[in-house]
């Protein structure tokens, strides 16, 4: 089973940027469906945004125009560039693809 390990979290000011990575185990050319979410404290883990091995984007309505998903799937890796951060925005953040076992997440931390 592939495994996912997300990275490149921190803390950053209001309206900084972060770029995530999720490297996986095994290769992602197969998968057809990959996402980002994220779990603030309290609260259920949601769907950030989600990309197709066809390169079909979707993002909910706070990610729209601040968030970027993409795929490298001759690195085996899933991506998401994130603009305009807001301390709404600080949370835990996961990698997901079909078929594959949840990683330990990223840490994203939006705080002057």
């Known amino acids: 089973q592939v495994q996912l390990v997300e990275s490149g979290g921190g803390l950053v000011q209001p309206g900084g940027s972060l770029r995530l990575s999720c490297a996986a185990s095994?290769?992602?050319?197969?998968?057809?469906?990959m996402a980002w979410y994220r779990q603030s404290q309290g609260k259920e883990r949601e769907l950030v945004a989600s990309i197709t091995s066809g390169g079909y984007t979707h993002y909910v309505d706070s990610a729209k125009g601040r968030f970027t998903i993409s795929r490298d799937s001759a690195k085996n890796m899933l991506y998401l560039q994130m603009n305009s951060l807001q301390p709404e925005d600080t949370a835990v953040y996961y990698c997901f693809a079909v078929g594959a076992t949840w990683g330990k997440g990223t840490l994203v931390t939006v705080s002057s």
């Open positions: 095994g290769s992602i050319f197969r998968i057809d469906y």
